[in-house]
């Protein structure tokens, strides 16, 4: 079955870039969503289809997705941003057809 | 607006059964793929399943295949499952998704509060 791999953290002060990875066996031939959770709440989506943004998503969040890797970008990052985050895919090649979650990273604002 | 709300969630005995609903309003509900995604305590996001809008086609994880059922009845506009069999690790809260766009796999826009299951003797 098609793994995802994300760090499990990512720590660093406001107002830096966060770049959070999503590594997977030519994930750059697949679509990445990417969703942030904060404790207690159910997860929303902030970026589709690699780099698209939902109505609402501040345009600090961006995506991009390339050979085996698939980046979430957080520029100028802020307190409220804290959170979990995660990627996922629609797996359309194994045996196994399904969705892939990432096992998420924690993003930590210092 | 879009809202999906889950019902059924509580406290179960190893073995035993559960079934799960997650009703959806402001949409057409028939027009979309709907999916079931679990998070145990502590743990991150765990999808289980993925039905078509018209309940034809269903995609589900291996790790409960043989004990959860999925299926939907969109004259009530509701989304279920049924799980069986229920083992302490199935403890977790159950999230019902719906797809940004009526097309096909297009990320998970809408979620529900997510109801807890907690199977405990």
């Not at chain 1, 207690?40 to 991009?64: C, H, K, M, T």
């Not at chain 1, 990627?87 to 045996?95: A, E, K």
């Not at chain 1, 969705?99 to 924690?106: I, N, Q």
Request: glycine share 12%.
């Amino acid at each position: 079955s098609y793994v995802l791999t994300q760090p499990p953290s990512v720590s660093l002060a406001p107002g830096q870039t966060a770049r959070i990875t999503c590594g997977g066996y030519s994930i750059g031939s697949k679509t990445v969503h990417w969703y942030q959770q904060k404790p207690g709440q159910a997860p929303v989506l902030v970026v589709y289809d690699d780099s698209d943004r939902p109505s609402g998503i501040p345009e600090r969040f961006s995506g991009s997705n390339s050979g085996n890797t698939a980046t979430l970008t957080i520029s100028s990052v802020e307190a409220g941003d804290e959170a979990d985050y995660y990627c996922q895919v629609w797996d359309g090649t194994s045996d196994q057809r399904g969705v892939v979650f990432g096992g998420g990273t924690k993003l930590t604002v210092l | 607006q879009v809202q999906l709300v889950e019902s059924g969630g509580g406290l179960v005995t190893p073995g035993g059964s559960l079934r799960l609903s997650c009703a959806g309003s402001g949409f057409t509900f028939s027009d979309y793929y709907m999916s079931w995604i679990r998070q145990a305590p502590g743990k991150g996001l765990e999808w289980l399943s993925y039905i078509r809008s018209d309940g034809s086609t269903t995609y589900s994880a291996d790790s409960v295949k043989g004990r959860f059922t999925f299926s939907r009845d969109n004259a009530k506009n509701s989304l279920y499952l049924q799980l069986n069999s229920l083992r302490a690790e199935d403890t977790a809260v159950y999230y019902c998704a719906r797809d940004r766009t009526s097309g096909f796999w297009s990320g998970y826009a809408y979620w529900g509060q997510g109801t807890l299951v907690t199977v405990s003797s």
